[in-house]
């Protein structure tokens, strides 16, 4: 299931891809030397689709069979967002899961998903000192006084800036499974799928395309169509910046559907937006972003499995543990030894940037400090309750912090005093006489979009508003 889809990742190709495509009404903010090649073709696409995440992959496949043209812009240069697989070399059948990892519904698609995390048997809540969160709840108050906090309240949203409301729809017991239980994964990798809806996409027709490195910035409307402006990024090392002497590009498109996070949808330029603060408010502000954050690391022996220890949802700064199984093919075992979000990303945001970094097979953005791993250990020998020097030298790592731009953080929560049903709905189509919509699930009330079944819900939302989804069948390949 190789991506096979249209890479930029030098920018001479870049330009290449954007010459051929290259549309305009209104001409080109460029630095002129290449604005020739570019006028050849005065097109105007029909639907421009922003971001290349899984809504974006997905939003583009579902409207792959409707004979328009289509393009996919994505800031960055891979397909995938917030779905991001890498794999150690050491370990090439082990995905790991740099983002999403679980339960992503594609019902009906054939996508491979069906794969099972090796003992994933890892939710209860202990603390430091070895106590289970249920029990140390009640050291302090009463059974139905905690109760009515995991039922009704919940637990950490009663301690933050955030709308309590949140944990109405988080706090449902039935979420807390309380023993081993499989969960739905994806063989090839959760990144296989955006690649798949997106390879699909491309395939389907000549006037479908993907452009990579190309960052929106504003939408202007020209007569009955809309003017996109890009600024031209690159991409080095996974790392995405602007280009030295970024090109301004401009492309006309009768539609447009942005499927970017909170963060990235703000700085978007668009002058339907002048006629409403509220929505303007609510873009900024009715939910905040969540950072979260993931450490793994590989190792010749599974050294936890001998420990007793089948559970880790702890409150130290790891958070969240799960093993994620050895490899058949070299017996390398890989370890997820950190998960969580919101206040604790910064502690490792900080760790993370003191060098150097560890010895990693792929040196890259994901690699981690050698004081992540240190840290990260350190907490592991308390969590497994084994001495420090029994646990061995991890022979590859990755981190993934999500914190920055585009993405803001892993998933979003919502601020007191917004509706989120009135929220949602305006987001939608947040100018009702301009085609341009906001498919983004930063805004899906209740879980907001911590899983991803949300953000393309919205997508099936938006397609509605085109009434695109009537006459196409999500279930269909
Ligand atoms: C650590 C972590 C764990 C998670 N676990 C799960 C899980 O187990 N199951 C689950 O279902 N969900 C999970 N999620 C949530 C899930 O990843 C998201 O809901 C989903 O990936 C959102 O997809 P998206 O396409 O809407 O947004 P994104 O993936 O954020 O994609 C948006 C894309 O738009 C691009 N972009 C942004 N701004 C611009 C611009 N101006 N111009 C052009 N392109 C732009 C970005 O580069 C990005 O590629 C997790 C998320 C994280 C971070
Ligand atoms: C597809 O669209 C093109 C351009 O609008 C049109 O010429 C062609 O007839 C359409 N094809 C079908 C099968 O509708
Ligand atoms: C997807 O399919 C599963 C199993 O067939 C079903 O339980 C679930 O409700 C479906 N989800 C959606 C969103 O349709
Ligand atoms: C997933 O695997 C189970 C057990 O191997 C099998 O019964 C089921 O049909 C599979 N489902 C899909 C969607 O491949
Ligand atoms: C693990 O549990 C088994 C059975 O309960 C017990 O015999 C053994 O001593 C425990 N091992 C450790 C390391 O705690
Ligand atoms: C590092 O980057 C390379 C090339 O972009 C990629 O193939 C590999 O999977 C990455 N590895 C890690 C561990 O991030």
Not at 30 to 35: E, K, V, W
Not at 39 to 64: F, H, M, N, P
Not at 249 to 277: D, M, Y
Not at 291 to 308: G, H, S, V
Request: net charge negative.
């Amino acid at each position: 299931m190789a991506f096979k889809g249209q890479r930029c990742r030098h920018e001479l190709s870049c330009i290449i891809i954007f010459d051929l495509l290259l549309i305009s009404v209104t001409g080109f903010v460029l630095d002129g030397t290449r604005a020739e090649d570019l006028t050849s073709k005065q097109t105007c696409e029909d639907v421009a689709i922003i971001g290349a995440g899984i809504s974006g992959s997905y939003a583009a496949w579902r409207l792959r069979d409707h004979n328009l043209s289509i393009s996919v812009y994505e800031y960055s240069n891979r397909v995938g967002g917030r779905f991001r697989t890498i794999r150690f070399p050491n370990s090439p059948d082990i995905n790991v899961e740099l983002g999403a990892m679980r339960e992503a519904l594609l019902n009906g698609t054939d996508f491979p998903a069906n794969g099972t995390f090796n003992d994933y048997a890892l939710l209860h809540t202990r603390t430091k000192d070895g106590l289970e969160l249920a029990a140390y709840f009640t050291m302090g108050i009463s059974k139905e006084m905690s109760d009515l906090i995991r039922d009704v309240v919940g637990f950490r949203f009663m301690f933050g800036d955030v709308s309590s409301a949140n944990a109405v729809p988080l706090s449902n017991p039935n979420r807390i499974p309380t023993g081993p239980r499989v969960v739905q994964t994806v063989k090839e990798g959760m990144e296989a799928v955006p690649h798949t809806l997106m390879d699909r996409f491309l395939q389907t027709s000549h006037s479908h395309k993907l452009h990579l490195n190309r960052e929106l910035t504003k939408v202007i409307r020209t007569g009955a169509t809309y003017t996109l402006r890009f600024k031209e990024t690159v991409t080095t090392n996974g790392i995405t910046t602007y280009a030295k002497n970024f090109r301004m590009l401009e492309v006309c498109a009768k539609k447009v559907v942005l499927t970017v996070p909170r963060l990235a949808l703000s700085k978007v330029t668009f002058s339907g937006l002048s006629i409403s603060h509220d929505l303007s408010d609510s873009i900024e502000n009715a939910v905040k972003d969540v950072p979260a954050f993931k450490i793994f690391l590989a190792y010749d022996t599974p050294w936890w499995r001998t420990t007793n220890v089948t559970h880790a949802e702890t409150d130290l700064p790891n958070r969240q543990v799960y093993d994620f199984g050895t490899s058949a093919q070299t017996s390398t075992s890989v370890l997820a030894a950190a998960y969580g979000d919101m206040d604790i990303v910064k502690f490792w945001r900080e760790v993370q940037s003191r060098g150097p970094f560890m010895n990693c097979l792929n040196g890259n953005d994901t690699c981690p400090s050698e004081a992540a791993v240190k840290h990260v250990t350190n907490f592991l020998a308390e969590i497994f309750q084994i001495p420090l020097e029994s646990i061995p030298t991890p022979v590859d790592g990755a981190i993934s912090i999500w914190d920055k731009f585009p993405f803001g953080g892993g998933w979003h929560v919502w601020m007191p005093g917004y509706n989120w049903d009135d929220v949602r709905r305006d987001v939608l189509q947040p100018s009702p006489t301009d085609h341009v919509y906001f498919a983004t699930g930063s805004y899906a009330p209740g879980e907001t979009d911590s899983w991803s079944n949300n953000a393309l819900e919205t997508v099936e939302r938006v397609l509605k508003l085109l009434s695109w989804a009537s006459s196409l069948n999500a279930l269909e390949i």
